[in-house]
């Protein structure tokens, strides 16, 4: 961590009561998020077990690609299931993540398993996730599994250039544009050709 804050169960739920009743009265919840969340699975289920029990709406926001750590028990205090799928195709994912996709994969199918909500983050970014038959491939598995209440199709932005810069990474999209209106159109449609609501 270079500039975080190390936190404990009880900080975080200090946090939360600062919010709570704006939480009830506006029907919000807690999301836990990252960078990736479950790499600190324990914590993470922890954290969740807590929220949990002061009634509040929880929510997981992951790439799925560690969902082998989440154990049954973190996915009860789970009420939605946010799940970046960044590609169908594999060599396009190991493009865009340096990872594989099947874990991920394996991890709807397991939210599938449990009936757990999940709504579907799709990233739109130009001459790298926009293939036709790369979205029809996620539109294709995500319209089977029976739990996808809804696809965000969202536009790649460049709002995470400085973080890289203060981080000393390359940042190897800098060059590439924000997806058209009609991209993005065209991108909604596929998922929704699949019975899936997108937006």
Same mark, same amino acid.
């Given at each position: 961590?270079?500039?975080?804050?190390?936190?404990?169960?009880? @900080?975080?739920?200090?946090?939360?009561?600062?919010?709570? $009743?704006?939480? $009830?009265?506006?029907?919000?919840?807690?999301?836990?998020?990252?960078?990736?969340?479950?790499? /600190? @699975?324990?914590?993470?289920? =922890?954290?969740? *077990?807590?929220?949990?029990?002061?009634?509040? *709406?929880?929510?997981?926001?992951?790439?799925?690609? &560690?969902?082998?750590?989440?154990? %049954?028990? =973190? &996915?009860?205090?789970?009420? =939605?299931? =946010? &799940?970046?799928?960044?590609?169908?195709?594999?060599?396009?994912?190991?493009?865009?993540?340096?990872?594989?996709?099947?874990?991920?994969?394996?991890?709807? $199918?397991?939210?599938?398993?449990?009936?757990?909500?999940?709504?579907?983050?799709?990233?739109?970014?130009?001459?790298?996730?926009?293939?036709?038959? %790369?979205?029809?491939?996620? @539109?294709?598995?995500?319209?089977? &599994?029976? %739990?996808?209440?809804?696809?965000?199709?969202?536009?790649? +932005? +460049?709002?995470?250039?400085?973080?890289?810069?203060?981080?000393?990474?390359?940042?190897?999209?800098?060059?590439?544009?924000?997806?058209?209106?009609?991209?993005?159109?065209?991108? $909604?449609? /596929?998922?929704?050709?699949?019975?899936?609501?997108?937006?």
């Amino acid at each position: 961590m270079r500039d975080g804050q190390p936190m404990t169960v009880a @900080a975080v739920l200090a946090e939360l009561a600062k919010y709570e $009743r704006f939480i $009830r009265v506006a029907g919000g919840g807690f999301t836990v998020s990252g960078g990736e969340p479950l790499t /600190q @699975a324990d914590f993470v289920g =922890l954290l969740l *077990h807590a929220v949990k029990e002061r009634d509040v *709406h929880t929510a997981l926001d992951t790439s799925g690609s &560690l969902g082998s750590s989440a154990s %049954n028990a =973190l &996915l009860a205090d789970v009420d =939605l299931v =946010l &799940l970046d799928i960044k590609s169908w195709d594999p060599a396009t994912y190991r493009r865009v993540t340096s990872g594989d996709i099947a874990p991920t994969l394996r991890f709807a $199918r397991r939210l599938a398993d449990l009936g757990k909500p999940v709504w579907i983050r799709y990233v739109v970014v130009p001459g790298w996730t926009d293939d036709v038959a %790369n979205v029809d491939g996620v @539109a294709q598995f995500a319209g089977v &599994l029976g %739990n996808v209440e809804r696809v965000d199709v969202l536009p790649f +932005h +460049h709002m995470g250039l400085e973080k890289y810069q203060q981080l000393g990474i390359d940042y190897p999209i800098a060059d590439v544009r924000p997806p058209s209106a009609a991209l993005i159109d065209r991108i $909604r449609e /596929q998922f929704q050709s699949r019975g899936l609501s997108a937006y």
